[in-house]
């Protein structure tokens, strides 16, 4: 008897808005698929541990949770040894994952940018400020500082002040020009646009400060006040707690470690979420920061063309809409970066003493006449901690211009028996 064709089997890394959505439009499309993320849960950063009010958050965890994608939790990627098989590490344990499809959906983390005393206790980034109220931080009556650049600052103020905080000023990077600009924007997405006005209801009343900075953090054993900086003065605002963030950098490490190639900071594809390498596709905020709704249009473009014949006409004819709502997705994305682009002043922040690498206490004195990313690496251990950089390479790319020049296995640390598993053979493979 004629053998049964096997099913495409697609591998999705990363549980956010894309990852769900490419892994729903291609095991509807019959391929066998499997949705791995690190995290203990779906949702991403994005929509963080299914917690998210969403109403189509909601509905797209309920879709994936009853759909015949397998979900594999607390699975980081670390290596890709060969072609069509990465190594994921599971509570100790090595996870070999082989794929014919790859579908890179690793998102993003924020950008810290150093300045003396951001390292004091009760200074965070502002999604991680709201990962801990989540989580249950007590914030009634507090005061919060929320500083630094992009929509998110608003998002996470009004969120904290309906736990119960104080925010005594937003101080927003930008000047206003330019974010008069973006707000224009936001006709390309009303669901934006919506939100938005949502958002500024539940901050009346709240300072709103722009073309400003925080320069200085103060404190003994935890904060106590942040200098803020304009054009014209700077001044000191007492607060319990900072949350600072600068925007997002997307995460690279495994598309680099499997030859992709990266333009101007993000994966490079083409029309179906293709990146340089056949069979391995990349969506969301890899290929550009613009939030849930281009991830999502992207996802379903690429569950499509990973397990379709996009060759034919009639299915790309049938995918127009998509194809639409990423072209919208795509204008908004690009009015965020030109309405939040850094300014120069950012550079000038931080004291020779003051830390850029906080998992090995490198300061930005010992970088000076270094040439390279490499070179610091190698003689002061710039980014040779427990997060390899995530934290302390955006800060060093603008701050320095220095890019990451290599990526290597493990992308994450690991026990060493999990390096040491052997490679599974393919006879029996499927």
Request: charged residues 20%.
């Amino acid at each position: 008897m004629p053998a049964v064709p096997q099913p495409v089997r697609v591998l999705v890394v990363g549980a956010g808005p894309a990852g769900m959505q490419a892994a729903l439009t291609a095991v509807a499309s019959g391929a066998a698929v499997t949705l791995v993320d690190g995290s203990p849960s779906l949702g991403g950063q994005i929509w963080r541990g299914e917690q998210s009010h969403s109403r189509a958050a909601a509905a797209l965890f309920e879709r994936v949770r009853g759909s015949e994608v397998r979900l594999l939790f607390g699975c980081q990627i670390v290596d890709a040894p060969e072609p069509g098989l990465l190594l994921g590490a599971a509570e100790g344990k090595a996870e070999w994952l082989p794929y014919d499809r790859l579908i890179l959906a690793t998102g993003a983390r924020e950008i810290f940018l150093p300045f003396p005393g951001w390292t004091l206790p009760n200074v965070f980034g502002v999604g991680g400020i709201q990962a801990l109220a989540k989580g249950g931080l007590p914030l009634a009556g507090k005061r919060v500082v929320v500083a630094g650049s992009g929509p998110l600052l608003w998002s996470v103020a009004a969120y904290l002040r309906g736990r119960g905080a104080e925010i005594p000023l937003i101080a927003e990077q930008t000047d206003l020009a330019r974010l008069v600009q973006f707000a224009a924007a936001l006709r390309f997405l009303p669901s934006k646009f919506m939100e938005a006005i949502g958002i500024a209801r539940t901050l009346i009343g709240t300072g709103l400060r722009t073309g400003c900075y925080p320069v200085h953090a103060h404190g003994a054993d935890r904060l106590t006040a942040v200098t803020l900086r304009t054009s014209a003065r700077e001044w000191t605002v007492d607060c319990d707690y900072l949350a600072c963030g600068f925007g997002f950098a997307p995460n690279l490490e495994l598309p680099l470690l499997l030859g992709c190639t990266v333009r101007d900071g993000f994966v490079v594809v083409d029309e179906w979420q293709q990146t340089s390498v056949p069979g391995i596709f990349c969506v969301g905020e890899p290929t550009g920061i613009g939030g849930a709704e281009k991830s999502l249009a992207e996802g379903a473009i690429a569950g499509i063309a990973a397990t379709c014949d996009v060759k034919d006409r009639a299915l790309k004819g049938s995918t127009a809409s998509l194809f639409a709502e990423r072209l919208r997705c795509r204008r908004f994305a690009d009015a965020l970066r030109r309405g939040f682009a850094l300014r120069e002043e950012l550079r000038t922040l931080p004291a020779s003493d003051t830390i850029l690498c906080r998992c090995e206490d490198v300061t930005i004195g010992r970088l000076i006449g270094h040439p390279s990313w490499r070179s610091a690496k190698l003689h002061e251990r710039l980014g040779m901690g427990h997060c390899q950089g995530r934290v302390c390479g955006a800060a060093a790319e603008f701050l320095l211009g220095w890019p990451m020049e290599s990526v290597r296995p493990p992308l994450f640390p690991v026990h060493v028996d999990t390096l040491a598993s052997v490679v599974p053979s393919r006879e029996h493979d499927g």
